[in-house]
C-alpha cells in the first residue's frame, strides 16, 4: 500500500475517461470524471508555481529548500503514476 492507505492500483488514463463520460449518463459519474480531470489539471499548475518558487529560492539564497524538494518527489511520483 502507498502512503494515503489505498491500495495500488492503475490509474484511469484520459482516454478511458473520456470513454466513461461518453458512455455514463449519470451525473454522478461524469461529476467523479470531471473530478479527476481538474485535480490533474491543478497538478500541474502546482507544478508550474513549484519551478517559479523553486527558481527564486535559489536566486535569492541559493541551494535547495527541503520542503520544496519533498513537493517536487511527491509530483514527480504521482506525474509518472498517471502515465
Known amino acids: 500500500m502507498n502512503s494515503y492507505n489505498l491500495p495500488d492500483f492503475k490509474p ?3 482516454e478511458e ?3 466513461l463520460w461518453a458512455e ?3 451525473p454522478e459519474a461524469r461529476t467523479l470524471v ?3 480531470m481538474r485535480y490533474r489539471r491543478l ?3 502546482i507544478d508550474g ?3 517559479n518558487i523553486h527558481q527564486s529560492w535559489r536566486d535569492s539564497v541559493g541551494g535547495d529548500l527541503v520542503a520544496l524538494h519533498r513537493l517536487k518527489q ?3 511520483y504521482e506525474r509518472n503514476r498517471v502515465l
Open 12 to 14: 484511469i488514463t484520459s
Open 17 to 19: 475517461l473520456r470513454r
Open 24 to 26: 455514463q449518463p449519470c
Open 34 to 36: 470531471l473530478e479527476i
Open 43 to 45: 497538478f500541474a499548475d
Open 49 to 51: 508555481h513549484y519551478k
Open 74 to 76: 511527491v509530483m514527480y
